[in-house]
């Protein structure tokens, strides 16, 4: 089959274009189209049980292996998984794979695609390496821990023409509200968009916690993987199985605070709204005098603001838009008058799971492919290192770089040796 360039696919997906039909994995060799879609899980804490859970119910799935650095979460998971398929029956599947590295889970031929639900610094070498084994991919939001690693995983995903989704739910889920939202905006309702506040919480530090004897059947070095080498810390990595989401997060050599955890969901809603789905801010400035918090400017001269009412507000000349995951309000009446027959509207899912998997067996685009998760990570990495140098910096969307040399090496990032991407 013809082979895409970069810049072919991006503008395909970006525009939201049927990509080459072509039978691939979960249609693979004789298979027919309605065959059942092997599924592998690497990282089964909170979300990936979760994602676990949820993708047992779906009839079109079947999953065949889990992998996680610690042994009772993989080890609890297998268990859902077989009881689920009935594992001993006469007549009913194998047992599930349980791998504590998720490169054994990827040599696997069985598997069609794999959702990752690892901590942030742990998204990119799967995801590329996935893509490499051409398996389809449904991973974790914010994509990177770094600019430069999300660019890899978009041109490995084009490179291997596999369907790719970031686990951006709000542009699917939530009763459809943010996609409302997203419409109005596009169509000037709120007449032209001056700015937007994204109210979320802030930026990541460096992580000080103090060492701990590490438990029996963790593998934290795995855990910790390209990041640097450090002692083990209950707090990163909860011992056995747990129901909270643990606080890595925080930490700038893990992820990016939650400027980036839920910044990565309203900031995306922010970017499908400009449009800029394919690009970014070209301009980050440090908080002013009075300024709730960083600044971010497109060409367009639409500025964007860190901090002010939580989740997304849209502030136009003619009013105001504001929209959460539980309410969806305007001013002036705006929300009043529906949408018409040729008003313009955003890519339209209600699931976005069920997306991912409608779109393997189509091979379309997702709603959320990688270059867009890619784009709206670079707005929470740029956010982090604007809270980190704290001086304005000019940033070049189609170059992906800053015109600063210290900036420039945190887009980079840093990868522990012998990983590499």
Known sequence: MRSLSRRQFNATVVAGLAAPTVITSAVRGDEAPSAKINLGFIGVGTMGRDHLRSFLGYPEVHVVAVSDVVAERRDDAKKIVDKHYGKGKKGESKACLAFEDFRDLLKSKDIDAVVIATPDHWHAIPCVMAAGAKKDIYCEKPLTNAIAHGRKIVEAVAKNEVIFQTGSQQRTEFGGMFRKAVDYVRNGRIGKLKSIRIGVGGPAVPCDLKGEECPKGTNFD???????KREYSSVLCPKGIHGHFPAWRNYREYA????????????????????????????????EKGDTGLKFTYKSGVVMYHGGKADCTFEGEDGTIFVGRSQLEATNKILDTPLGEKDKRVYL??????????????????????????????????????????????????KEQFDDEAANKLVAGEMRAPWKL
């Not at 795995?222 to 640097?228: K, S, T, Y």
């Not at 991912?356 to 959320?368: F, N």
Request: net charge positive; hydrophobic share 40%.
């Open 349 to 398: 899912a209600t699931n976005h799971r069920k997306n991912w998997l409608e779109c393997i067996k189509s091979r379309k685009p997702t709603i959320c492919p990688a270059e867009v998760g890619h784009r709206t990570s670079t707005v929470c990495q740029l956010g982090n290192i604007g809270y980190r140098l704290r001086r304005k910096l000019a940033w070049d969307p189609v």
């Open 222 to 228: 795995l855990w910790l993987g390209i990041a640097p």
């Open 256 to 287: 990016g605070g939650q400027l980036a955890d839920m910044g990565a969901h309203h900031f995306d809603i922010a970017q499908w709204a400009l449009d800029m789905d394919g690009s970014g801010p070209v301009l980050v400035e440090p908080p």
